[in-house]
């Protein structure tokens, strides 16, 4: 799955781990997430939406059929 969240995190100078810290996952989670190697949960995918204060969909785009 595609996702902006290396962009976001960026446009707010955190760190992966200081994402990590905010979302109460590891770094290796946000890192394994921006590089489209891990899709999160539903819930995690929940509590970015809410700390970009986007829709899930504005952060995340399923791959294509």
Same mark, same amino acid.
């Given at each position: 799955? !595609?996702?902006? *969240? %290396?962009?976001?995190? @960026? ?11 905010? &979302? ?7 890192? @394994?997430?921006?590089?489209? !190697?891990?899709? /999160?949960? &539903? /819930? &995690? @995918?929940? !509590?970015?939406?809410? &700390?970009? @204060?986007? %829709? ?8 294509? *059929?």
């Amino acid at each position: 799955m !595609k996702n902006r *969240l %290396k962009v976001l995190r @960026a446009e707010r100078n955190w760190s992966q781990a200081q994402l990590a810290d905010l &979302l109460g996952v590891s770094r290796q989670t946000i890192n @394994a997430i921006e590089t489209g !190697k891990y899709d /999160p949960s &539903l /819930p &995690l @995918a929940f !509590k970015m939406a809410a &700390l970009f @204060a986007l %829709k899930i969909e504005e952060i995340f785009e399923p791959d294509r *059929l």
